[in-house]
Nanobody, 123 residues
Framework: QVQLVESGGGLVQAGGSLRLSCAAS?????MGWFRQAPGKEREFVAA????????YYADSVKGRFTISRDNAKNTAYLQMNSLNPEDTAVYSC???????????????????WGQGTQVTVSS
């Protein structure tokens, strides 16, 4: 069983930036970030392949967010720039425990989930 712990959330003004981290307790393969705003369903944000060579983004964050990973540290990152109030949500990372190579945007494709970190963007 792999544990995922997110960090880096907080309160930021519109136009600002935050960098989220997701530390895994063991080896993981595909990883992704999802978010859930109050009263809404959890939605896909970004995904990265095992080796980091492939990434995929939701249209709402494309060009503003960047997902990356450091496999030596078993950690994934989400750099978020040009934040706006619509980005306010609990951000959770997810990891696949199986060595599949195609990046995944659907929640059922992930085996492990973190507890989430709150991101609040004020206007």
């Amino acid at each position: 069983q792999v544990q995922l712990v997110e960090s880096g959330g907080g309160l930021v003004q519109a136009g600002g930036s935050l960098r989220l981290s997701c530390a895994a307790s063991g080896r993981t393969f595909r990883m992704g970030w999802f978010r859930q705003a109050p009263g809404k369903e959890r939605e896909f944000v970004a995904a990265i392949s095992w080796g980091g060579g492939s990434t995929y983004y939701a249209d709402s964050v494309k060009g503003r967010f960047t997902i990356s990973r450091d496999n030596a540290k078993n950690t994934a990152y989400l750099q978020m720039n040009s934040l706006n109030p619509e980005d306010t949500a609990v951000y959770s990372c997810a990891a696949d425990g199986r060595p599949r190579t195609v990046v995944a945007s659907r929640q059922y494709e992930y085996d492990y989930w973190g507890q989430g970190t709150q991101v609040t963007v004020s206007s």
